[in-house]
């Protein structure tokens, strides 16, 4: 598809240093704090993710100079739960930023879902030949009583948004291609019991909570072994998915420019790097030891890093790869 990306803005919480709020939320200190994270972002109580998602997809219009009556399509991928439970989030969004002819499309593919976002862009697009603008934005805000921003699982969450103004026909950041899979093995992965249509929540019950990484571990029994096998298989999937992203936007991993990665631990950030074979300055570990992991807003943050530092010169290939709670496997190759 002849589309390329115009405009990309970014909404955060406030930043707090890891070292003086980790004591909140785990006794188990050292072992956070050796993850490598610095900073996380946190959204004042009454600041809900459709509130970071509007503020991110309001900035990048105005950067774009794109009007609201001139957008064809809002594509909202959020991480968490929405504000409300039975609500359209995206179509919440759209009315608030004054989208009122724009299609909104909400996309749920856990921390995937800002890549996957671009690829339900580029599809609406090829079956649209009327579309021509669309706003993209992923977003994440941690829901506090239900899990653990910093001791769920390895990556420390981040609240906040990213969007990016994406115009057929335009000349930067350019589509190339995507790659997806997806794996309903692990679906139950970090999954919360209480509250759906099998357990809904009932007066006087337990307290909702979402299932953590200890949870994983019992699948696999505690078995060490078979942990670390699915450890490796999600950066071997990962990898796998930017080779066939690559393959079909016609390039190797070799000639990419930059790897945008999800805002995971370095140790992983680096295992996910030397599999796919770019050296891992290429990457964004050190803006993820400096903001936090975002969820679905990661690649668009990241790739809004490298927009607005003049990272990128005309012609460069940039892929942003991710796995995502389901789980999911995606990779977007763009050029610059």
């Known amino acids: 598809m002849d589309h390329g990306i115009t405009a990309l803005a970014t909404a955060l919480g406030d930043p707090v240093a890891v070292r003086d709020v980790v004591a909140d939320y785990t006794d188990d200190v050292e072992r956070?704090?050796?993850?490598?994270y610095r900073t996380v972002?946190?959204?004042?109580?009454?600041?809900?993710?459709?509130?970071?998602?509007?503020?991110?997809?309001g900035r990048a219009l105005d950067l774009a100079g794109v009007r609201p009556h001139e957008v064809d399509?809002?594509?909202?991928?959020?991480?968490?739960?929405?504000d409300y439970l039975y609500w359209d989030a995206a179509a919440a969004t759209a009315h608030r930023l004054g989208l009122r002819r724009a299609e909104a499309v909400l996309v749920d593919q856990g921390c995937a879902?800002?890549?996957?976002?671009?690829?339900?862009?580029?599809g609406r697009f090829a079956t649209h030949p009327d579309y021509t603008t669309a706003l993209v934005v992923g977003a994440c805000r941690v829901v506090e009583p239900y899990w653990n921003r910093l001791g769920t699982h390895s990556l420390l969450f981040s609240d906040g948004a990213a969007a990016a103004v994406a115009v057929r026909g335009a000349p930067t950041l350019r589509w190339r291609a995507c790659h997806t899979e997806s794996d309903g093995r692990y679906a139950d992965f970090f999954r919360m019991d209480l509250g759906g249509g099998a357990h809904p929540f009932t007066p006087g019950g337990p307290a909702p909570e979402v299932r953590d990484a200890w949870d994983v571990m019992d699948h696999f029994g505690y078995d060490a072994d078979r942990f670390t096998g699915f450890a490796e298989e999600v950066d071997d999937r990962t990898a796998r998915a930017v080779h066939r992203a690559c393959a079909r936007a016609g390039c190797a991993e070799e000639d990419l420019a930059r790897l945008v990665l999800l805002n995971d631990n370095p140790k992983v950030l680096r295992a996910q790097a030397e599999l796919i074979g770019v050296p891992v300055e290429r990457t964004n570990l050190a803006l993820a030891a400096e903001h936090g992991h975002l969820g679905a807003a990661d690649h668009l943050f990241g790739l809004a890093d490298l927009w607005s530092s003049g990272a990128l010169n005309p012609g460069d290939l940039v892929a942003l790869a991710a796995?995502?709670?389901?789980?999911?496997?995606?990779?977007?190759?763009?050029?610059?």
């Open 41 to 57: 972002h946190r959204a004042p109580d009454d600041v809900g993710v459709t509130d970071l998602a509007v503020r991110a997809g």
């Open 323 to 336: 796995n995502g709670r389901g789980m999911h496997w995606s990779c977007a190759v763009l050029q610059a």
């Open 32 to 36: 956070v704090l050796g993850y490598g």
């Open 113 to 122: 879902g800002g890549v996957t976002a671009l690829d339900t862009t580029a």
């Open 73 to 82: 399509l809002l594509v909202l991928a959020l991480t968490d739960l929405a």
